[in-house]
């Protein structure tokens, strides 16, 4: 029992509310104050007493069905229903009402509606859209609300602006949805036909005029065949050209409506005018040229005046269904086109020679053709005159010497520039290949100079720099400036263009001369060797599988004894031994027959990989180098991105988070270098000190002196390093070799 509303006895219901707010009942409308609705619950969103609010969900419970809202839940869903409705007819005795049919489509995205009569021909009736789409309210007394879903099913009446519709029946995605609404469906109902309309159909029926109109139907074949031309391929041999000489036609047959038009092949330099068509488009005759006709003569149809002007001058004409007196003229059709065929184009003899692919599968499926073999029509080309060039005149290069023989205005030679751009500097790789060489002389002097080669792979020009010694006599520098160099031997002044060094022609081992200084490559830098064995396909000393196959070629005879020079070698049974044992062993073995190049190839394969620490100060170093070129200093904010990262700041991040942390910032570091650096500041956990990073990395306030042991692409005093490679496992070689031995 509730108690009663007196001092110190009632409770505060405003206890445990939060929502105070007021409905608003009053509004504006056409700028005039009313009230709007009267049907809003009371303070706080609660209801009036005696008040009966509408339930959010209708037909489903809450949280099922899509949450999204109506316009994009049900966009492009229709709602179709078949109806008619009566009309009366007061103005006609031949019918007192008319039955029509009409489509009432109910849009359910916002419960719009359309009424839509099909049109009927020869009706009478404007017909087409009834009602607009809008949405429709319901008949007096209900106007103030409108149709719904609710109001729609089968074999039910609804009134649509006081007009009543009988709705027969709707298509299955309508009944499916009414379905899953929870309407149950009334089984439909038939549609009565019109009674006039069917008075009017039995009478149609019955006319049988005595002259019918001959009806021509071209649509259906423009229909099937637009777009659809047939192509051959012809010879016209022209007896009045000056020359007697035959003249290529291309024949287009359009089978859309029969046409054809011939177009003229005008070969270059032949002297005639290009025109755009030698028979335009139109039906070709088969006996043409023929007499001129008087107008009106060829018609489509025949007319007859059966009275003339005797009945009060007015005259009557009907159509002659006998054709009386028409001109038949022969048209080419598809059937009568086919290789090796003669047809007559306004008198000239026309020879079909050959036809398209499309042509072939036509004829193929419609006449069951099979042979196309082609009628030779063009004479065999001329041969073609080789085009020879001047010998080189010593002015300028070879190349800008053969452009200027190449055409009248003339062009610089052109550049590989997509060769540039493949391999030019890009990062950390250079392209560039660097060979150690001396001169191969009996000069003492000169016996002791030692060369640094480059080979560019961007252009293939090579530059050549003297190593400085002190106190030798010798200015060091720049020994050969950069530019391509051709090979020895060749004529200077000649037609043909000479030969320059390429990429393959140096290697370790091979003899080389630059415009007569004879140089002999003793060495290579890690990139060289690490680059051509990376293209192995275009450095065959490169090739591990070619140096094997080529190995076992000359030791295929010899297995046991080569397995026991191996053997005499290793008196530990290490199965390993120095690298200068197995280069001594392989050139024994193969009578000097390999370079040293292949064999440093060999050994760097077979070799004992050293699993060495990198210097962390030596590694620091070389970062700092690389932000202090490309001006990094966002170390604060490098800091601070860590530092949110870490959320339990304990002052270590995974790897898996710092990477990309650091690659967001645009580290300019290679990704091989900041991986080092993330494994050289993990701790036993696994996990990056992320500060000691950042610290290490700062140049600005922890800067770490620049070694002279730095690499740098760009210092040409460098040499390459000397060959590392110690130790050699010669059983895995035996084993490629000659097998695993049982």
Not at 151 to 172: G, L, M, P, S, W
Not at 205 to 231: A, C, N
Not at 458 to 482: A, C, M, P, W, Y
Not at 587 to 607: C, N, Q
Request: charged share 30%; hydrophobic share 35%.
């Amino acid at each position: 029992m509730a108690l009663p509303l007196l001092p110190g006895v009632s409770r505060d219901r405003n206890i445990g509310k939060e929502k105070f707010h007021k409905s608003q009942h009053w509004g504006f409308c056409n700028d005039v104050a009313m009230l709007v609705d009267e049907n809003k619950p009371g303070v706080g969103g609660k209801p009036l007493p005696g008040q009966k609010l509408t339930p959010k969900y209708s037909v489903f419970p809450e949280g099922m069905g899509s949450d999204a809202p109506a316009w994009v839940a049900f966009d492009k869903q229709v709602l179709s229903f078949d109806a008619y409705f009566d009309e009366e007819v007061p103005d006609k005795n031949q019918e007192l009402c008319r039955i029509r049919h009409c489509k009432i489509y109910f849009y359910l995205e916002d419960d719009t509606i359309q009424v839509i009569e099909p049109r009927v021909k020869n009706s009478g009736i404007p017909q087409g859209t009834i009602v607009r789409r809008h949405r429709i309210p319901l008949p007096p007394p209900c106007e103030d609300q409108f149709y719904t879903i609710d109001h729609f099913n089968i074999n039910t009446e609804v009134t649509f602006y006081a007009r009543k519709y009988k709705i027969t029946d709707c298509d299955q995605f309508t009944k499916n949805f009414l379905r899953k609404m929870g309407v149950r469906l009334n089984p439909p109902a038939s549609q009565p036909d019109d009674p006039y309309t069917q008075e009017r159909q039995k009478i149609l029926d019955s006319m049988t005029p005595f002259h019918p109109y001959e009806r021509i139907d071209t649509l259906k074949q423009f229909l099937e065949h637009d777009g659809h031309v047939l192509r051959f391929f012809c010879l016209w041999d022209d007896p009045e050209s000056m020359f007697h000489d035959p003249r290529e036609l291309v024949l287009h047959y359009y089978l859309s409506d029969d046409t054809i038009d011939i177009k003229e092949i005008v070969p270059v330099n032949s002297g005639r005018d290009a025109v755009p068509l030698f028979l335009r488009r139109d039906k070709l005759p088969k006996h043409a040229p023929i007499g001129l006709y008087q107008p009106g003569t060829i018609t489509n149809r025949t007319v007859l005046n059966v009275l003339g002007n005797s009945v009060g001058n007015k005259g009557r004409y009907i159509l002659d269904n006998r054709k009386t007196g028409a001109v038949h003229q022969e048209f080419y059709k598809d059937s009568d086109l086919k290789i090796g065929a003669v047809i007559n184009v306004w008198g000239r003899k026309i020879i079909l020679c050959d036809c398209d692919e499309f042509t072939k599968e036509y004829y193929r499926t419609k006449y069951g053709i099979e042979d196309f073999t082609p009628v030779s029509y063009k004479a065999p080309p001329p041969p073609k005159r080789e085009k020879t060039f001047p010998p080189y005149t010593g002015f300028g290069s070879e190349e800008d010497s053969l452009c200027s023989c190449m055409g009248l205005v003339l062009k610089p030679p052109a550049k590989d520039f997509k060769k540039f751009l493949e391999k030019d500097r890009i990062g950390m790789e250079s392209n560039i290949l660097r060979f150690l060489a001396k001169l191969v002389t009996d000069n003492p002097i000169d016996k002791d100079r030692k060369f640094i080669i480059s080979y560019f792979l961007s252009d293939d020009t090579i530059s050549v720099f003297e190593h400085v010694q002190r106190n030798s006599g010798i200015h060091g520098g720049k020994f050969l400036e950069r530019g391509r160099i051709k090979k020895p031997g060749q004529e200077l002044f000649k037609s043909e263009p000479s030969e320059y060094f390429k990429a393959q022609d140096l290697y370790v081992g091979a003899r080389v001369c630059f415009h007569g200084h004879n140089f002999l490559l003793v060495d290579a830098d890690e990139y060289t060797l690490n680059y051509m064995e990376k293209h192995a396909n275009e450095f065959s000393v490169a090739d591990v599988g070619v140096i094997l196959k080529k190995l076992k070629v000359i030791t295929e005879s010899r297995s046991q004894e080569i397995r026991q020079l191996f053997a005499a070698t290793d008196p530990d049974h290490n199965k390993v031994i120095g690298y200068d044992v197995f280069r001594n062993l392989i050139v024994r073995i193969t009578d000097e027959a390999f370079s040293d190049h292949e064999m440093m190839t060999l050994g760097r394969y077979y070799s004992v990989k050293d699993e060495c620490e990198m210097d962390l100060h030596y590694l620091l170093a070389v970062a700092q180098e690389q932000l202090k070129k490309n001006r990094f200093e966002n170390f604060e904010q490098l800091t601070a991105v860590l530092l949110y990262n870490d959320r339990e700041k304990c002052g270590v991040l995974p790897r898996e988070v710092c990477r990309p942390i650091c690659k967001s910032f645009k580290l300019p570091l290679a990704d091989d270098d900041l991986q080092a650096l993330l494994t050289m500041f993990e701790d036993d956990d696994k996990q990056v000190e992320y500060k000691k990073l950042v610290d290490g990395l700062n140049w600005r306030e922890n800067p770490i002196p620049v070694f002279q042991t730095i690499k740098n692409e760009d210092d040409w005093t460098r040499q390459p390093p000397i060959f590392h490679v110690k130790e050699i496992k010669y059983l895995p070689l035996l084993d490629d070799l000659f097998g695993k031995e049982e």
